[in-house]
């Protein structure tokens, strides 16, 4: 998950491109669970799509990645939405209709909370 986090596009390609020989599935390892999720329910596609790394989040879904809410309840397009990444809010609405139900379910949160957290009163004021 780290990778995802910081950006690392090759090192999460290449940790999702072998698997563990040592029966560890950690999105630390090599081989790793594209949809392993911390403690508080999130995974790499949450990182990413909070982040705005757009090709990390291609990446992910390429190998699988499934979006799922966090413990928060936030989708990874709410994520994305909320902090103005309308790139990933499109790959992820384009992958079917359980994410964009996701994404119109947690719209109106989004944006009040997107528009607080990244001081854009624009997003905040079209709510």
């Known amino acids: 998950m780290k990778a995802a986090w910081k950006g690392h596009v090759a090192v999460v390609r290449l940790l999702l491109s072998e698997r563990p020989s040592d029966g560890i599935d950690d999105l630390d390892s090599p081989g790793a669970d594209v949809n392993k999720a ?36 936030f989708f990874p397009v709410a994520l994305a939405q909320a902090k103005g990444h309308s790139a990933i809010v ?32 624009g997003s905040v004021s079209h709510v």
Do not use: C
């Open 38 to 73: 911390n403690r508080d329910a999130a995974t790499a596609l949450h990182f990413a799509a909070d982040k705005g790394y757009t090709e990390i989040v291609e990446v992910l879904l390429s190998a699988g990645a499934r979006e799922s809410a966090d413990k928060k309840g």
């Open 90 to 121: 499109e790959i992820l609405q384009l992958r079917g209709p359980a994410a964009a139900a996701s994404a119109v379910g947690q719209e109106q949160h989004g944006r009040i909370h997107g528009g607080a957290v990244a001081s854009d009163a």
